[in-house]
C-alpha cells in the first residue's frame, strides 16, 4: 500500500466523547517521516508517544498517540496517558484482527492518531470505550476512503457537529 489513508470519527456525547483524526502509511514515506518528527519533537504540554497494548508491548503497526490537548490536572492527564491511550491501542488492534488494517502491513507502516480528550471528563471507562471505537472506525473510514466527496457536498448546507449548529438561515447563506 503506496498511499495514506486519512480517517476520522467522533464517538460518544458530552466530556467524555472521543474525536480522533487518523494518518496510516508506508514508514518509508512521508508518514513515517511525519512520525518520527513528532516523536522527536514534544512541545510543552504536547508529548507524542507510542500507544501500548500493555508496558513494553506497542501495538502494531507502531502508533503514534498524539493529544490535542494539554493535560490539565493530574485526572485528565491520566485520561490521556491511561483509558484514552489504551482505548486507542485496543480500536488498532480490533482494526487490525478485522482485516480493516492487513496483518502484512503491522511491520512495515505508521500510525498516527491525534486524540481529544476533554478536560472535563470524568468516567475512564467511558474514555476508554469511546476511544477503543473511535479509532476503529476512523480506521475504517481511512480504509474505505469515507465520506465521499458527495456526501459532503449534500450536507454543505447542514453543517453541524457537538459545539456548534448554524440557524437554518446562516447555513443556508452563501459568501460571495
Known sequence: MDTVQLGECFVGSGVNAAHINTVFGDRRGAVGTAW?????????????FVAVMQPSVPVKPM???VSKAAPE???HGTA???PAQAGVAAGVADAVAEG????EF?????????????PGTDDHDEIY?????????ALIAGAENTPRPAEVVALRNSTSNPFYTPSEEVANSVAR
Not at 131 to 137: G, P
Open 36 to 48: 518520527a518528527t513528532a516523536l522527536a519533537s514534544p512541545s510543552a504540554g504536547f508529548v507524542p
Open 63 to 65: 502508533t503514534l498517540f
Open 73 to 75: 490536572g493530574d485526572f
Open 80 to 82: 490521556i496517558w491511561g
Open 100 to 103: 480493516v488494517i492487513s496483518q
Open 106 to 118: 503491522a511491520d512495515s507502516h505508521a500510525l498516527i492518531v491525534a486524540v481529544w480528550v476533554n
Open 129 to 137: 470505550r469511546n476511544n477503543r471505537e473511535a479509532t476503529r472506525k
